[in-house]
């Protein structure tokens, strides 16, 4: 009887031991053990607005459509932007017109200057000469040919002076061409985004244009979801963090049919907001006096990178949808980088 009890009291002993090394090995697993239930899928999402107003005149799009780079999502009513541009090409021509009339008048002005000055040397040469043959020519000749000289002299820099005003009408004339023309790029870069176009791959979501709305520059109607962006944010305890690092594997597993992910960490949060202590009016720390002596532990986002190429066919990924994620830390490539030296320590 004795050594029955004796033998009981034994493989009691050993059960209870066994079960107390489990529930510790568990509990280490769920408190370090580099895994989460709390994974979400995350997608980069373009809200679509157009970059003029008008009326929708037609939607080439349905809600949930997968749209490529390029396609026109909705087009708004182009006739007001026609005669826009008509009417910019019109004042470019008109600009290019009375740029080639100030080319015209530069090109007289300076005919003028030159005749002139042609004028005033031979005035000035005759004034020379009568001034020579004193003896011979009478004084009051001497000086009206002098004074037919200075009138040149004059008249030659009245022309001058035109051209120079000439040219600053040519000047001005070419700016107002330059100023047309850019009206005119306008014009038709307006008349170009009354079709709003898919700006990446992806997905029509929440679609709210129909034909005959007003569409309001830089009002969304409607978001597209970019088909390469999607990737995995995983909500880690930040007990769990020491173990992970930037490159390790992981294994996603979808709540959605248990579908099965490869992917790999791309990125650790650096920081999350801290509601229990905010900042103060007069921006001092709002310390809250009360304290909870039963802790959780925060969690911080992972950035994971999904590996497309062992993506499954069929996988149907949304924003939004839960995964439970696993971690395979590289542990000797670690270990190695921990004992290497490192510079500017």
Known sequence: MKTQSLLRFLFTAVVVVIALLLGHALWKHYLYAPWTRDGRVRAEVVRIAPDVSGLVTKVAVVDNQTVHKGDVLFTIDPDR?????????????????SARAAGANINAA?????????????????????????????????????????????????????????SAAREQAQAAVEQAQVALDTARLNLARTKVLAPTDGYVTNLDVRVGDYAAVGSPRLALIDSHSYYIYGYFEETKLPQLHIGDPVDIRLMAGGVHLKGTIAGIARGISDRDNPSGSNLLADVNPTFNWVRLAQRVPVYIAIDTSDLPPDTVLAAGMTATIEVHPHQTDHAAADKSPRVGM
Request: glycine share 2%; hydrophobic share 45%; charged share 25%.
């Open 110 to 166: 300076l005919a003028a200057a030159n005749a002139r000055k042609t004028e005033f040397e031979m005035r000035q040469e005759q004034a020379a000469r009568r001034q020579q043959l004193s003896d011979v020519i009478a004084k009051e000749s001497r000086t009206d040919a002098a004074a037919a000289a200075e009138v040149a002299r004059a008249s030659w820099q009245q022309a001058q002076a035109s051209g120079s005003q000439a």
């Open 81 to 97: 932007y026609k005669y826009a541009m008509a009417q910019a090409e019109a004042n470019l021509a008109a600009a290019e017109a």
